[in-house]
């Protein structure tokens, strides 16, 4: 089957529409004429898995990813095999939902420890045991760098570059990179990284959303609507789009009013913000995203 | 003269007694046997740099560094114009002060601009500007890459990598760079970008202090007093070290609570931090600075 194109490349992203429940997140991004959706796990485990894959398939739906596994910076053994047993149980659910990426939000620090190269080497430790794993159930583990100002409470890896240094000993089928304009924006690094994320067949996920100033009492809420923040989506996307990508583009915002809004005005707007600022770049990469 | 050492490393950076006036601030240091501090200009400013030059004088201490020049990101030209004048009276004040580092921040994108590249193309072309009229005062220009969270609103150099290769048109003498472990703990880069600022002879001052969570509900003011937050000062002070670095360590820390404590204590507290967490490190880089 062709890729979706156009309008049909967009996918509701549930952490958006967080008040939802899974069906009834279905049924709004269904009834905007979205083709696809990004699932969350707490949406999927509070229907269990199985109903979950029925009420998808009643949808008519693709599912572009499953969000997230990760976690894995856990130093002591009990932690480490928690994360295991977590991140089997991800793939299963991705395999079973047709998500064909499972996202990985890898971890911060231990509770009291400063150490971000052991962390770190840890993340790569926990690849080792999982990609074999997630290889037979033909999902791909999705590396996402967080913005920097999470490294210590959420995720060690910052850098699209340093996730694509740890994906390196794999296989591109195996290990991918998800692009969040939230989370790299600011990157001066980005053009190059972009690129070899391209050239290395990496880009396993597109997310857009934008980051708003001031940042939010809960730092984690700082992610906005497109057109709400400070980030150039057109810049962004011609860079992903000038790499062949022509996969889906989730928008996944936590934001509080957005969770407070109706979800029939939020998706709305998403459309039309989505085809303002990202659609027309992502069709047009242009001279300087190569 | 030779450089100090050991605890005569230490300088008090008035940001971190931001309730005193300059004259109560040297007081506070001369009084805790600190022989050194790093000046902001409002503390100069607000009784005037003649009598600041007085007040240092009598004081007996040395001055580390003038904070702060920079914002040069405006993209009219009155507003580069008036960044341009700002920035060669901030080099004359560091030039009387005997500072012999000014820390440019060089600020944020202009208003409802996202153009993160440009913004950075326009820093690099006021140092064009600047750098022959700070060469002229014997004042050095030390350019403090910011943390990423605050790319958009006060610094769009994000990293020291970015930074170094800002300097590199000029020679180490006129244009260096300013490590923060706030800043730039997080960098996945850092073992080899501090190393090259070494080799380069760019590091113009090492300053000290925590990057505490939860992020404050104003951002700048997430820095913390060693040892309460999440950075290693071990490592980070280790890398710099190995460089060979025998200069200044400031400490400059926006808190809330920090700055409404008593000033004495504050300093105390300071001088305990530096003792423990970073100093031992700065003495015995060991094997892993390299």
Partial sequence: VAS???????SLNTATTKALTLAE????????GLTQVGLWRDR?????????????????????????????TAADPAGQAAALADNRTAIEQAAALGAPELVLVVGGLPDGDRDLAAARARVADRLVDLVPFAR?????????????????????LSTLGQSLDLAAPYAPAEVGVCVDTFHVFWDPQLPEQVARAGREQRIAAYQVCDFNLPIAAD???SRG????????????SRLVAATGYDGPV???????DIWA???????ATMKQRFADLVLPALEQPGSDGS
Avoid at 49 to 67: K, Q
Avoid at 137 to 155: K, N
Avoid at 251 to 256: G, K, S, T, W
Wanted: hydrophobic share 50%.
């Fill in 4 to 10: 979706p194109t156009g309008m049909d490349r967009l």
């Fill in 25 to 32: 997140a279905l049924r709004v991004a269904a009834d905007a």
């Fill in 44 to 72: 999927v485990e509070e229907v269990g898995l199985d109903r979950a894959v029925e009420l998808v398939a009643e949808s008519g739906l693709g599912v572009t990813t499953l969000c997230r596994g990760g976690f894995l």
């Fill in 136 to 156: 037979e159930h033909g999902v791909r583990l999705a590396l996402e760098p967080l913005h920097p100002m999470y490294v210590a409470d959420r995720a060690v």
């Fill in 219 to 221: 730092a984690l809420l």
């Fill in 225 to 236: 609507m497109m057109g709400d923040g400070v980030v150039d989506f057109a810049t962004v």
């Fill in 250 to 256: 989730e928008v996944e915002i936590f934001n509080a």
């Fill in 261 to 267: 809004a109706p979800a029939e005005q939020v998706v």
